[in-house]
Each structure stands twice: as structure tokens, then as C-alpha cells.
């Protein structure tokens, strides 16, 4: 190993970025069934069927009216069309099946194209009384299922005395249950006696493209379009075809549209009823944006497609943490599904500047923003031939009594990656709430002991080692023994001499890589070293070709030979990750600024930190060739559960330049990350099937 040393990040820093920064049987928490209550209309998009290059060619669309319980159980009373049944002649959908909504409002629902297959359930979560998700663990059968669900609730339905006001809208229509015409746009409905105002439609579709084969960017107006209300609830809205544009080429197809409002009036949802269409709207800002509006966390889903490009389609739920700055920092994670292969954990960092009509973008995902009424909610759409409808619904802000564990206050505390993210075995994670102790205090080292200030905390009755408590924030370790945890689910639970907190539930997976970052909030340069010497990777002693550096993270999962929970990392016979050991763990460099390319670099060691105790440490050679000299180049990780792309370091030429604060928007990065987010993914060995079922499709 003297190309590049085992060497120790100084305690001091890792103690900053820390805090700064085997049960089984677990059943999904339904701790808050009750957020879903009452009378809800729905609309659900699922891609059935894919071509070779991963294209839709089946789709499955259905609507109708859900009720839920409030107490686990809902009943669908729908319609459904798909060109592969009756010819597309709208058959009835009549289901009754479950539900499970934690304590942070993720949850999931049992789909109702498959009621009977635990691994089609729709994960997703609810905010603001809406419930959005898709069916991300469809793979786990072998069989395509790319989805967006939503459902709003409606209380009595929409009247002319509530259906006013604007709403930004984001469209995806797959016409024809295809691709070949598939279509995205954002827009705008001003509803007004009857009457809707010029409607200006921003978007796309793939049968329009200049001489080069390039989707074109697409602006078309709608002059005309009316509605009314057929006293059911709902409202039709009448659609002429936009001005100087054919039945062919319109982004919003003519006709007779369904639309349902929802009872507080800040939501719309609507689709064609013989169409695979489906829009969702946002109540339009009252004021003009602040940067500060976007600051919090979003549930997020999607259904997308890259027509021809052999990445095709995918779909996911997952969250995003967008802080509310000027430059419109972000960190990202989605739970993807693809029909190219199995689930995985995808994480990024993102730029979403806000301007003041409340749009943003493209961002680093391509997407085009705009964001309703103080920022509660967002929807965007896909570009650059990239199509999509991304919805954004910002989480609540929990508070408790007593010692309280905030239910989407978990994270990795290396990456920040948030609450939907996966934790794994032997991650050191953050915790947040109040009353979680009543001394601040970091534990003395070399080890960490599981009782810290009289504060203990457990996953899955199993005690965490922890580094540090404090009121409001705790660093703990996940304990090996998670990996014995064949559900897929982990409670955690803090007690504070004796007092109980409540049980916030989190997913589990085998690795959920995550590098420190020099900002301490997971994004910009990378907490890094020089193999060789020990000193910092910076901008004024960058990375060179060919020299081996060291990352320091959380999150590689178990490791060989073993180590007791909290004990440091050995220092003799090193401990390597087992993801490592079993050639499921990759490191790409990319310069987004040259275009993107990705080259693999060549791990020598990725393990446990010797004399470190929840940190892992990588040593990897930078790439030979493939960087721009002076360029800040991304390090994504790649595992059989995960990959992670939000860090950096500098490379080549020594600079000046800010650390963590501006970061450059990366031209390239947006249209490589998609195709990028699958590479290196292959089939799970030994990591954790959320539910721990598997099952076979009987009606797919």
C-alpha cells in the first residue's frame, strides 16, 4: 500500500463534520392513518410495458373516487383504460385494500392495479392532505411499473365560489400510451365566471424536434377555454386547440378535460378521461418570491421518460431539502425505479435559484420549477427532451412535548441525504428533535459507548453507540446488528434518563455512502486528503492525475473482519467493507464543466477509519485522464443499494476560489446526471427488500 497510505483524518475534524453536520418482524408504522381521511379523487399513470430502449408502449391510467377510513383501509370506486385490455374500452375499478401512513406521513398504499402483490405497493408520503407516491419497489417481481399516484381530498367538490384564483399547473400526457408523442408543459389556469384567461403553455413533445433530432422548446397559447360544473363535485373544463396549432403537435390535447379541486382550495388535479394524461396544480403566489419561501424539506414523486435515448422510463418518490439561499442550494434523494434493473437509493445536490414569479431552472435534474403560494408546494416538468411531472409538497414542521425525536429529523451525517433515504448498518446518522438530553456533551473516545448523559437510544431495541448529545441534536451509530433486519424497516427511539421518546420509523438498506463535506452540510468540496502527505485536498493544493486521496465517510455497511458497535476503527488488521469485498462498490469522476464524461477511479482501500470510530474511510486514484485541469470535479459513489453524487474536489491546477459557497451551475451536469444515476447499479446480493416479501404478479 505505498502508493497510498492508510492514514487517519485528524479526530479534531471528524468531531466537527459529526456534530456540526437484531430484531425482526418490524411492521410498517401507521401511527398517523388518520391524515388520510374521508372522500379523495385520484388519478394514477403506470407504465406497463417498455421497448427495447426502455420506452413506455402500455400504459395503464385510471381515476375515480378513493375513501379512505382514517383507519388503514380504503375503497376505490374508478375507472380504468389500457390499450392491451378491451381494446382501451374504460373498464370499472373497484377495489378495497390498505393503507399505512407513519409517523412523518410516509407510508405507502397497496395499489390498486395490484392489490394482492406486496412488492406493487405505492410508497409515497402525505402533506397538506395530499397523498402522492409510486409504486418504487415494483422490481423486487421482475416486471415493469413506473407510476405516479396522487390523490386530493374534496369535501364537498369545487363551485363557483371556490374555484377561483390562479394555479400553476405542470402537464405529462403520454398520447396514444406511448412515447412517440409523449408531452410535458407548465402553465397557468386563472378561473373566472366561467371563463379561463389566455392559458400561455411552456413545454415540450418528442414528435416535434429541429433537423438534428433535438426536442424543441415549445411555447403555445390557448385562447377561449371555458368550464363548468356537472354538479357531481368535479369541473369540465371545455379545451380549444391552441393558436396556429394542430390536434398533432397541441401540448394540452382539445376536449373535455376533468378537474377536482381540494377542499382547502390550494390544489387541482385533472386528466383526459379516455387519455394517459395527468395534471396537478399549485395555488399561485399571493406576493412576489423570496428566496426564503423554498427553505425546508419537500416530499417529492415523479413518473419521466428520456424517449430514444435507452434510458427510458423511471419513477420515484423520495424528498428533497432545499435551503431557502440565494444560490438555491439543495440535496436530493429519490427512491427510482427503472425497468433496467433493481431499486436503489439515488442522491444529488442541486441548484434551484429562485426568480420572483416563483419559477427555478433547469436545475441539475432538468427540471423546470415554479412554486405555488409561500413556497408549500411546487410542481415542475422535464426539458431538454427530458419528460416529466415532478411534484414537490413541503413537509410540516413537527414539535413535541417531552423528549421528542423529530420525525424527519434523521439524517446521514456525512451527506445530509434526507429522511426518506435509506440508513445502513454501522452509519453514523443525526438525529434532531427536543428534550433529547439534558446536557450538551461529546463522548470522550476512542470508542463511544452507548449511554451518553444518561441518554440511550435504540433501533429496533438494539442500543446505538453514540458520539454526542445536546437538547436538540444527537450523533449515534446504526448498530451492525440491523443488518440480522430482514424487513426492510427500523424503529429508532431515544431515551432521556428514562423518559421515552416517540418511534420514528426509517427504511434500511446495506449501504447508503456518504462523504464529509469541508462546509459541513454535505455538499461542495470534499472533506479530503492527500494520500500520501496527510494534508487537505483545496483549491490552493488540489488533486493531481494519478495520486491516491483519502475520503472519510458514513454509511459502507457491515464490515470484515468485524468490530464490536462503537469500538474505533482497527488499526492493524484493517476492517474493509463487505460492499467493497464483494465488488459492489464504485467511484466515478466527472467534470460536469468538459461535458460529463465519468471515469471510473481505482479503489485501494474502502473500510472502517483506523482509530476512527463510525467512519469509513476510501482511498481511490484519481483518473489519469478525463479532467479538466482546474475544473471542481464530482466523486459519485456507486453501490449495489445506492448512488450518491453530491460532492467535489478540485483537481489539477492550484487556485484560489470560494469553498461551500457559490457553487458553480454545471451546464453539464443536467443533462449527463440522468443517464449517469444507472450506471454501475447491478442486481442486489445481499441487500435489504423493504417488506422483506417477494411475490409474482398473477394480473401483470
Sequence with gaps: MNSGKIKSLSRAAVLVWCCLAA???????????????????????????????????????????????????????????????????????????????????????????????????????????????????????????????????????????????????????????????????????????????????????????????????????????????????????????????????????????????????????????????????????????????????????????IPGSGVGTDSYYGSTKLFGDSVGDGIVHQRVNSPQGPSFDYGTDDLVPLNSDGTAGPDFNLYDYIFGDGGKAYVAIGTSGFFSLHVGLQAPTFSGSGVFLNPTGIVNAASDQPVTASLAPGELITLYGSGLSSVTMSAPGPGFPTTLGGVTVSIDSTPCPIYYVSPGQMAVIVPYEVALNQTGLANIQVSNNGTLSNIVQMYLSDSAPGSFSQNLEGIGLAAAEHAATGLPVTGANPAQSGEYISLYMTGLGTVSPTITDGAPGPSTTLSYSDIFNTGNLSVYFTDYTIGGSSVMGTIQYAGLAPYLTGVYQMNVQVPTGGLGTGDDVYVEFVTDAAVVNQIQIPYGTSRLKATGAARPAFAGKASAIKSRRLQGTTPATHRVIRGGLQATKSNN
Design 23 to 305: 430484531a425482526s418482524g418490524q411492521t410498517q408504522d401507521n401511527s398517523q392513518n388518520a391524515l388520510l381521511n374521508g372522500s379523495f379523487r385520484f388519478r394514477h399513470v403506470a407504465v406497463q410495458l417498455v421497448d427495447a430502449n426502455f420506452d413506455p408502449t402500455d400504459i395503464t391510467a385510471s381515476y375515480g373516487t378513493i375513501m379512505f377510513d382514517g383507519a388503514g383501509n380504503y375503497t376505490i370506486a374508478g375507472t380504468s383504460i389500457d390499450p392491451s385490455v378491451q381494446s382501451g374500452v374504460p373498464v370499472p375499478l373497484n377495489v378495497t385494500a390498505t393503507y399505512a401512513i407513519g409517523s412523518n406521513g410516509s407510508g405507502y398504499l397497496t395499489n390498486p392495479l395490484y392489490p394482492n402483490d406486496p412488492n406493487a405497493l405505492i410508497y409515497g408520503a402525505v402533506s397538506q392532505g395530499i397523498f402522492a407516491g409510486s409504486s418504487t419497489e415494483s422490481q423486487n417481481d421482475g416486471n415493469t411499473l413506473d407510476d405516479i399516484f396522487v390523490a386530493i381530498p374534496v369535501g364537498s367538490g369545487a363551485t363557483a365560489s371556490t374555484f377561483t384564483g390562479n394555479y400553476q399547473t405542470g402537464l405529462l400526457d403520454f398520447t396514444n400510451s406511448g412515447s412517440a408523442a409523449v408531452k410535458n408543459a407548465l402553465f397557468e389556469l386563472s378561473p373566472s365566471s366561467g371563463t379561463f384567461g389566455p392559458v400561455t403553455l411552456n413545454g415540450q413533445a418528442a414528435n416535434q424536434t429541429d433537423r438534428n433530432g433535438n426536442t424543441l422548446s415549445l411555447l403555445q397559447s390557448i385562447t377561449g377555454a371555458t368550464y363548468s360544473f356537472p354538479g357531481d363535485g368535479s369541473v369540465t373544463l371545455t379545451i380549444p386547440l391552441a393558436t396556429s396549432v394542430t390536434s398533432t403537435n397541441a401540448l394540452f390535447a382539445s376536449g373535455s378535460k376533468t378537474l377536482f379541486q381540494s377542499a382547502d382550495g390550494n390544489f387541482i388535479l385533472g386528466w383526459t378521461a379516455g387519455g394517459y394524461d395527468i395534471f396537478f396544480g399549485v395555488k399561485a403566489l399571493a406576493i412576489p418570491a423570496t428566496d426564503s419561501i423554498t427553505g425546508g424539506l419537500y416530499f417529492t414523486t415523479a413518473l419521466e421518460d
